[in-house]
């Protein structure tokens, strides 16, 4: 390993393991053991609590992201004149406008504070920009609204991911995110029956198409929830403000974080300093490789965004076609929570992810030789749990850069972001002469989930390597008490 390196991680480790000065009961202050773990149930709670509004939101990140697609069959290309290659422009802009803005917002994010104003803001305008969507007459009016989406839309994964990662554990991290991420499971489920239900009910109401309709309604839904988002999200444990968490809880909220990696997220900050937090994440080259192996799996799933297509070649009509999408999603919801609880409660990252994405291999394999309705299928249900896997791989990301705060806001923000030119490349996998049997398309998915599933191995390698290390020194220093150590 290269000496500059080993001193970056050194840095990055710094206070990971010093030996820490606490009063014989670190507890006291709050009255004692039982009263804590009290006290820390209600904390607990009560940010579970306001913490699942970020599943709605995430619902409509995506339903907002993807209504072009459903506007499509209604009319949406005639009405605005789009020729050629014109709708596959409109779809991918946005993932420039959504790469570009995701590690300055993140940036932003830590800088001010505070998420309950921010991320609601940002969705207020997402939510305007999808209705103004609905009005536009050409090609360049929805070009420029799809970019402008994207640019609005970057903020929120990457931020709700640093939002939970400033009050959870890392042994309560993986569960959090895999409840936030079954909204975009969720939102495959059902995205395309909701849009089906105002296309068939709205077309000419009040001399608008439904297409337009599909635009204003889910738009104008965003608005409100946003606006809900105001008053229910949490700030930091250290930027927080109101009377649903005392001052006695705040300070547990931070010491929890203190204690679960050995330095507070404050000091942290004020050291490093913004900046810092970028140099450090761009230099890391687990960064990068967590970002190379997100991009690699993201063009394994891109199945999703051509579900019913997929689902179609089972040969049934378009209604039932588009129910059969919905149980390999829910089935994967489902899936997600349990295999992410697990994952935490264990402490183990790697084969959760791994197992996953080669269940998921299996399903490509099934479709690729046979054309059986009920194999074929069942595939789709192998493919989809795939998603179970790439949950738990978010949580191990935030595990990997714990401190400081500023070096992890950039680090989510550049994986997510890289991770999106997997979606620009997936879309190209499923051309239409390659079907009905998709063939070359699974093809491509095999091998792009088994490098993912490489890649993990080898940046589990190394965990394991500076785990050992860390071990070599503390037990140098005579120290009795288990610091830091990476979850691998």
């Known amino acids: 390993m290269p000496s500059s390196q080993r001193s970056l991680e050194s840095g990055s480790l710094k206070g990971a393991v010093q030996e820490k000065r606490e009063p014989l009961d670190p507890d006291l202050e709050f009255g004692g053991r039982e009263a804590r773990r009290k006290l820390e149930r209600r904390l607990l709670w009560m940010l579970d ?11 409509l990140n995506y339903i907002d992201r993807n209504n072009a697609g459903a506007a ?38 830590n800088y001010i504070g505070k998420p309950s104003l921010y991320l609601p803001a940002c969705m207020i305008i997402w939510g305007t920009i999808s209705t103004l969507t609905g009005i536009t007459e050409n090609f360049v009016g ?21 939002l939970i990662s400033k009050w959870y554990k890392r042994s309560e991290l993986g569960l959090r995110t895999a409840i936030l991420y079954c909204g975009n499971i969720i939102s495959n489920a059902f995205g395309a029956l909701i849009a089906s239900g105002i296309l068939d009910g709205m077309q000419g109401k009040l001399g608008h198409s439904a297409w337009r309709w599909l635009f204003y309604i889910e738009g104008a839904l965003t608005i409100f929830v946003a ?7 949490p700030d930091f444990p250290t930027t927080t403000r109101g009377r649903w968490l005392s001052d006695e ?77 919905a149980p390999p999603f829910v089935f994967t919801a489902i899936l997600a929570f349990l295999v992410s609880r697990h994952s935490d409660k264990t402490g183990e990252r790697f084969y959760h992810i791994t197992i996953s994405y080669a269940v998921g291999i299996v399903g490509f394999i099934i479709a690729i030789c046979t054309m059986n309705t009920a194999a074929r ?74 490098c993912a599933i490489v890649m993990c191995y080898v940046l589990k390698l190394h965990l394991h390597a500076v785990n050992r290390r860390l071990d070599k020194e503390e037990q140098e220093r005579g120290m009795t008490e288990k610091g830091f150590r990476y979850l691998t």
């Open 377 to 450: 299928y069942v595939s789709l249900f192998l493919m989809a749990q795939s998603y179970a896997g790439f949950v738990v791989m978010y949580a191990w990301i935030s595990n990997t850069f714990p401190r400081p705060p500023s070096k992890r806001a950039v680090a989510l923000a550049l994986v997510n972001a890289f991770s999106q030119l997997g979606n620009v490349a997936g879309s190209y996998v499923w051309p239409t002469p390659w079907g009905p049997t998709y063939r070359n398309s699974y093809a491509i998915c095999i091998a792009t989930s088994g």
């Open 142 to 162: 929805a070009l420029l609204t799809r970019f402008f989406l994207g640019f609005m839309e970057a903020a929120f994964f990457p931020g709700a991911l640093f």
């Open 249 to 325: 809880e705040r300070h547990l909220a931070m010491r929890r974080m203190e204690e679960d990696a050995g330095v507070g997220d404050e000091t942290e900050t004020e050291v490093g300093g913004h900046a810092a937090g970028l140099i450090m994440a761009i230099k890391d080259w687990k960064v990068w490789w967590f970002s190379l192996a997100m991009t690699s799996q993201v063009v394994a799933l891109s199945f999703n965004a051509y579900f019913p297509t997929l689902s179609a070649t089972m040969g049934f009509n378009t209604t039932v076609t588009l129910l059969l999408c």
């Open 227 to 233: 606006i809900v988002a105001i008053f229910v999200l």
């Open 72 to 109: 499509r069959l209604r009319g949406f290309e005639a009405d605005l004149g789009l020729k050629k290659q014109e709708f596959a422009t409109l779809l991918s802009i946005l993932y420039v406008g959504y790469i570009l803005m995701q590690i300055p917002s993140n940036m932003f994010l």
């Open 49 to 59: 609590l306001r913490m699942s509004i970020l599943v709605f939101i995430y619902i």
